[in-house]
Nanobody, 122 residues
Framework: QVQLVESGGGSVQAGGSLRLSCAAS????????MGWFRQAPGKEREEVAH???????AYADSVKGRFTVSQDNAKNTLYLQMNSLKSEDTAMYYC????????????????WGQGTQVTVSS
């Protein structure tokens, strides 16, 4: 059973930074995709960023240039470095992983963490 555990959330003022971590119970090298999603109150869950096993990285337009996703297979951990945070970044952030693609190149995220809260005050 794959387990994903997020950490690193918290409260920060606008313009500040946070780094989220997602520790996996299995080798992250075995995943075809790992990613970060977020959900704000009253809004639908949205993808923030993902990393594919072929090295392709994608970001939501709203975070491009501010957030950086990285994967350390030696530590079985996925990271999300968040800089220049804005109040609209306030949300619960979730880590996700996929062994398969639903239809190439769409990742079939099937494993999810419990989430870590990020609150940005203006």
């Amino acid at each position: 059973q794959v387990q994903l555990v997020e950490s690193g959330g918290g409260s920060v003022q606008a313009g500040g930074s946070l780094r989220l971590s997602c520790a996996a119970s299995t080798s992250t090298y075995s995943f075809n995709c790992m990613g970060w999603f977020r959900q704000a109150p009253g809004k639908e869950r949205e993808e923030v960023a993902h990393v594919r096993s072929d090295g392709v990285i994608a970001y939501a337009d709203s975070v491009k240039g501010r957030f950086t996703v990285s994967q350390d297979n030696a530590k079985n951990t996925l990271y999300l470095q968040m800089n220049s945070l804005k109040s609209e970044d306030t949300a619960m952030y979730y880590c996700a992983a996929a062994f398969h693609f639903t239809t190439w190149p769409v990742c079939g995220f099937a494993y999810w963490g419990q989430g870590t809260q990020v609150t940005v005050s203006s």
